[in-house]
Nanobody, 125 residues
Framework: QVQLVESGGGWVPPGGSLRLSCAAS????????MGWFRRTPGKEREFVAA????????YYADSVKGRSAISRDNRKNTVSLQLNNLKPEDTAVYFC??????????????????WGQGTQVTVSA
């Protein structure tokens, strides 16, 4: 079992930045591809970003590409998501998730076995 806890959400004005963090316990995150997803009311979970087990490969949704950065520190068992130039449409609950598979697509929520409780990000003037 892996327990994931997100932090770092909050309110920011448009154009602002936030750094979301995900702390894991239970098992080493080095065994998992890690992803960030977000959900708004009435919508399905949306892929945001993912990072490979060793941190060398990163993947981003088009909606955040160029203004976000995912990173991980396997020694500290943490994953982070830096969000810059935030827009009102980025308002959502953000979740980190752990994927043990080696062949599934990084953007599919169904590949991820473990999820945190989420952290709210609100972008408004």
């Amino acid at each position: 079992q892996v327990q994931l806890v997100e932090s770092g959400g909050g309110w920011v004005p448009p154009g602002g930045s936030l750094r979301l963090s995900c702390a894991a316990s239970g098992r080493s995150l080095s065994n998992y591809r890690m992803g960030w997803f977000r959900r708004t009311p009435g919508k399905e979970r949306e892929f945001v970003a993912a990072v490979s087990r060793n941190g060398e490969a990163t993947y981003y949704a088009d909606s955040v590409k160029g203004r976000s950065a995912i990173s991980r520190d396997n020694r500290k068992n943490t994953v982070s998501l830096q969000l810059n130039n935030l827009k009102p449409e980025d308002t959502a609950v953000y979740f980190c998730a752990a994927d043990p598979s080696r062949f599934g697509h990084y953007s599919r929520p169904g590949n991820y076995d473990y999820w945190g409780q989420g952290t709210q990000v609100t972008v408004s003037a």
